[in-house]
């Protein structure tokens, strides 16, 4: 089946600094992933589409020059969270499809608990 | 846009009872409907999902029912296990295009008692 790989799994960081989250489709081919945030005991929320080759397409709301997403290859997505603040604080989840033309078949990562202090 | 609205918010109910998790949706063009169980501090793993030219599925303990004329999608557990506890994600899209991004319901949680 489809795998999505993501990385770190947990991370802590200091205020001000960036973080950068990666999401990898393992055995398949991914021109589109999405990236969400989850808040405790809350929804996923989906903050950006990441498109190989070309630009994100970010969600109302989220600060595109504060959540940087670059998809540089057809199996890798990455989420860079800069200047980061302790309201940054979140549980980040990617997705990715094989079969996105049919609209079906998304594959979650394992999440990234990121922690700013 | 699309809106996702899930019931209960939380459900309890003994290990053997059966559990059923409703959700309506708004926009009639929604076409695929997954359902998700997320444990804590785990991403969502789908369980079980439909398309919109089918009325119902099922795999094994747990099923899940499509209305389309009024717009709503319901998952059944059977013979729940405490293992089944978790929270519970339904979800809607439109297929057959190059964007067919998931809104969420609301969530689930599921207590089962042994």
């Known amino acids: 089946g489809a795998v999505v790989s993501q990385h770190p799994s947990w991370v802590i960081c200091k205020s001000g600094t960036s973080v950068k989250i990666e999401c990898r489709s393992l055995d398949f081919q991914a021109t589109t992933m999405f990236w969400y945030r989850q808040f405790p005991k809350q929804s996923l929320m989906l903050m950006a589409t990441?498109?190989?080759?070309?630009?994100?397409?970010?969600e109302q709301g989220v600060e595109k020059d504060k959540f940087l997403i670059n998809h540089a290859s057809l199996t890798l997505s990455t989420l860079t969270v800069t200047s980061a603040h302790p309201e940054d604080s979140s549980f980040y989840i990617c997705?990715?499809?094989?079969?996105?033309?049919?609209?079906?078949?998304?594959?979650f990562g394992s999440g990234t608990r990121l922690t700013v202090v | 846009g699309e809106n996702v609205e899930q019931h209960p918010s939380t459900l309890s109910v003994q290990e053997g009872d059966s559990a059923v998790i409703k959700c309506t949706y708004s926009?009639?063009?929604?076409?695929?409907f997954p359902w998700y169980k997320q444990e804590l501090g785990k991403g969502p793993q789908l369980i079980i999902d439909i398309r919109s030219n089918v009325g119902e599925k099922k795999d094994q303990r747990i099923a899940v029912t499509l209305n389309k004329t009024a717009k709503h999608f319901s998952l059944h557990i059977t013979e729940t296990q405490p293992e089944d506890s978790a929270v519970y994600f339904c979800?809607?899209?439109?297929?057959?295009?190059?964007?067919?991004?998931?809104?969420f319901g609301q969530g689930t949680i599921l207590t089962v008692h042994p």
């Open positions: 926009d009639s063009a929604s076409n695929y």
């Open positions: 997705s990715a499809s094989p079969a996105l033309d049919r609209g079906l078949g998304y594959t």
């Open positions: 990441s498109n190989e080759g070309s630009k994100a397409t970010y």
């Open positions: 979800a809607a899209s439109i297929g057959g295009t190059s964007y067919g991004k998931l809104t």
